[in-house]
Nanobody, 120 residues
């Protein structure tokens, strides 16, 4: 089994910055894609950013130029650096990690979610 632990959410003023982190542990053989999704009240969960094992990245249009995703393969950790935050970035942010376990089974796991609130 693979577990995720997220940290870094909180309350920030518009224009401010926050960094989220998510660390995977457990029966990990490979970690392929690592990503962040968010879900605002009354809306569906949607991709924010994703990074592959080769460090290729993909961003939602709404966050391009403001958010940066990165990963540390040695620490099994993915980061989301968020800057120039807007009230519309307010949401619960979820980490997602996909790969293979040590017995070569596919896993696709989600973190518990961390609240990000952008408000003055």
């Amino acid at each position: 089994q693979v577990q995720l632990v997220e940290s870094g959410g909180g309350l920030v003023q518009p224009g401010g910055s926050l960094e989220l982190s998510c660390t995977a542990s457990g029966s990990i053989y490979t970690i392929n894609a690592m990503g962040w999704y968010r879900q605002a009240p009354g809306k569906e969960r949607a991709l924010v950013a994703r990074v592959t094992s080769g460090h290729s990245t993909d961003y939602a249009e709404a966050v391009k130029g403001r958010f940066t995703i990165s990963r540390d393969n040695g620490l099994n950790t993915v980061y989301l650096q968020m800057s120039s935050l807007k009230p519309e970035d307010t949401a619960v942010y979820y980490c997602n990690v996909m790969g293979y376990t040590q017995v070569r089974e596919v896993y696709d796991v989600w973190g518990q979610g961390t609240q990000v609130t952008v408000s003055s």
